[in-house]
């Protein structure tokens, strides 16, 4: 047993009376919750998970919070192989597992302090590393939000996680963690109740309901004391959200929120012809072979070989990526080179060691008539020569124009385009007012 599992940081739900602009966002992930000692793993009750020495040995010798890990959608594939007893464990099946690390509880600073010292600790190009950091994003606002939640759920992901800037790391549940998700309202048949317990003892436990395909499934929350105490009657149609389906196509997490006096259920059957209600679809169910391993937003996870263990680059990484707009926030843990601009150096290893300024600022353009086009080119030309951060195994790291800033979101691209047009307008002044002087020249006379 682990105290120290018990006391990790837990999220609290957003509402959009609270405003993400500048939050940190990360992929909420639905993998197995898992607390490092130091030495072992344990869950959030505090128990021992009996995981292969080899997992193991790449992990600094200091507490972090982060969850095990096999792919999108995989929760009850992950959850069967980290919850085995020890005489059960199967080591290979934890070569294509990942330990994602989104904290260091015992780091002590703030929280953009304890991201740089992760990603400065965790040897992420080293094949014997089966852990990877959790890629972060500012949020530019409630609409970069919104498309970032649609992109993950596209993707078969769980939601997004919101993390307030210069927070601490917290032993409770904490408004600094937000869990940002998508939820689905939709209609059920109650075909019967079961009876609480503890508190709710003599009262509503929760409904038996039916889904118009006929799939059967309980609604034991949202409820309140009156309600659990006059539950809706058998034949009511009910409204419950949820926030998935589980692999055998049941809501999972669902959540009552108002009987329907105003629908029969002829009338939510009748709806559902035209209409198929989400809980009715299919549910794709990964595979569950562990042959590859997955991306998520704002992080490429490499594939790895199943059976040397080793990590291996694949084209289709890359293109598992959600949004391949969507820019890793790298925080760059490099010092700046003393020559600054005037570097001269090109050597691998300084380029590795120190971060350059000019590797980040553009180059002026001469030619007004190709401003967009040179400006395109100029900058891919910039990314491109980077130095690759040496515990990245993220291929987009290369292309992110905001690596070596440290959360510094200061850009001049909207100051070049301000001054763009004033001097193409200057240009214009200057040819209409040609056009318009009259020629002077006088003729003469032939004699």
């Known amino acids: 047993m682990s105290s120290e599992a018990t006391k990790v940081l837990l999220a609290e739900t957003w509402s959009e009376d609270i405003d993400p602009t500048d939050w940190w966002m990360s992929e909420k992930l639905d993998g197995v919750r898992a607390y490092w000692s130091g030495s072992n793993f344990y869950s959030r009750q505090g128990n021992l998970f009996h995981v292969p020495d080899f997992f193991k040995v790449a992990l600094p010798k200091i507490p972090l919070d982060g969850e095990i890990w096999c792919g999108r959608g995989l929760f009850q594939k992950c959850i069967s192989i980290v919850k085995k007893q020890a005489n059960k464990v199967v080591p290979d099946d934890y070569k294509l597992l990942t330990y994602l690390i ?24 080293d094949d014997k590393c089966y852990a990877s950091v959790v890629g972060v994003k500012k949020c530019q606002g409630l609409a970069d939000l919104k498309q970032c939640l649609a992109e993950v759920n596209a993707a078969g992901g769980e939601g997004i996680m919101l993390r307030k800037p210069g927070s601490l790391y917290e032993n409770k549940r904490s408004s600094t963690l937000l869990k940002v998700k998508t939820f689905y309202d939709e209609e059920a048949l109650v075909i019967g109740h079961k009876p609480g317990k503890g508190n709710c003892t003599g009262m509503l436990g929760a409904l038996e309901c039916q889904l118009p395909n006929g799939k059967r499934f309980d609604v034991g ?43 029969t259920w002829d009338d939510v059957l009748e709806a559902a012809k035209t209409k198929t209600p989400i809980s009715v679809k299919q549910k794709v169910v990964p595979t569950t072979k562990l042959s590859k391993q997955h991306s998520i937003l704002f992080s490429v996870i490499p594939s790895r070989d199943g059976k040397a263990g080793k990590k291996i680059a694949r084209s289709d990484d890359d293109n598992e990526q959600p949004s391949s707009s ?85 850009d001049d691209d909207d100051q070049q385009q301000r001054t763009a047009p004033t001097k193409t307008n200057e240009r214009k002044r200057n040819l209409e007012e040609k056009s318009n002087i009259k020629p002077t020249r006088k003729r003469v006379k032939k004699s």
């Open 326 to 410: 969507s820019s890793l926030q790298k925080l760059d843990v490099r010092e700046e080179c003393p020559y600054g601009e005037k570097c001269y150096r090109k050597n691998p290893d300084h380029l590795k060691q120190y971060q350059h300024p000019s590797s980040t600022i553009k180059p002026k353009l001469t030619k007004n008539t190709s401003r967009t086009k040179s400006s395109s080119k100029s900058r891919s030309k910039v990314e491109s020569e980077e130095p690759v951060s040496p515990t990245t195994t993220d291929n987009l790291l290369v292309k992110d124009k905001n690596k070596g800033r440290e959360f510094d979101d200061d």
């Open 221 to 263: 929350s949202g409820f309140t004391m009156n309600q659990r105490r006059k539950p809706p009657k058998k034949g009511s149609v009910i409204t419950f959200k949820f926030q998935e389906l589980s692999n055998a196509g049941s809501p999972r997490f669902p959540v009552f929120l108002r009987l329907r006096t105003d629908l």
């Open 102 to 125: 989104f904290d260091a509880p015992s780091h002590g600073g703030k929280y953009e302090d304890r991201m740089k010292w992760l990603q400065a600790n965790i040897p992420q190009d």
